[in-house]
């Protein structure tokens, strides 16, 4: 039987077990050694991703490097994640509670996120706009709006968290709500929703009947 060659232009064994280690070197910062390492103890890659900081410190990295490279992976995941939420419509206040706290509920920081929508109520993107204090986050308008103009969003879903835990809207919280929602006014992308996510709950100021959420 006459053997398929292999097409020369992909890479073989070698050469992406050698990339994998490189990959390694620079994600953590390690020696060539101890990168090699652990790609020998993940040959195929597989298992790397649900690898935790002592699997890595078993393997001779230090628990920053360690850390690093859980770090990685986290976020690859969340990117995946985030991309596979593109498309998906959102509706209804509750709908965009739903998909939002996952988002939010577990940062320490409080973080201003906008969801950004095309007219027929599918999700463009998600931005993180700002990360403020344990209690306080700073944002102008210009911030919200500048990437809802750059990729054609005709509406915006806002949402920050309360690391307290209390998802109850601050007298801080509304009067932004009210100035985010006049600048939208004044750009043509009407801002539907403020959700604010605490540890339990998630207020909607539209469900509260603090805003008008209208598609």
């Known amino acids: ?13 070698r050469d992406l077990h050698k990339q994998l280690a490189e990959s390694i070197q620079v994600v953590c910062g390690c020696k060539k050694e101890k ?20 699997n890595f410190r078993a393997l001779g990295l230090t628990p920053k ?12 995941q969340t ?68 990437d809802a103009v750059r990729v054609g969003a005709s509406r915006i879903i806002m949402a920050h968290n309360h690391p307290s835990g209390s998802p109850e809207p601050s007298e801080a919280d509304l009067v932004l709500t009210q100035r ?3 600048a939208g006014k004044q750009v043509g992308i009407p801002v539907l929703d403020h959700l604010i996510v605490g540890e339990d709950e998630v207020n909607s100021l539209s469900a509260l009947g603090l805003m008008n959420y209208r598609l």
């Open 35 to 54: 990168a090699e390492k652990i790609a020998h103890a993940y040959p195929t890659g597989m298992g790397l991703p649900h690898a935790d900081v002592e």
């Open 65 to 76: 490097q360690a850390q690093r490279m859980v770090a990685s992976f986290r976020m690859v």
């Open 180 to 182: 985010m929602v006049e």
């Open 79 to 146: 990117v995946s994640a985030l991309h596979n939420l593109k498309g998906e419509v959102i509706r209804t206040p509750n709908e965009a509670a739903q998909f939002i706290r996952a988002h939010t509920r577990h940062r320490d920081r409080e973080s201003f996120i906008a969801v950004l929508l095309d007219p027929k109520a599918c999700v463009i993107d998600i931005k993180i706009i700002a990360t403020g204090s344990l209690d306080r986050v700073d944002i102008h308008p210009r911030e919200l709006f500048r």
């Open 1 to 13: 039987m006459r053997r398929r060659s292999r097409n020369p232009s992909l890479p073989g064994f």
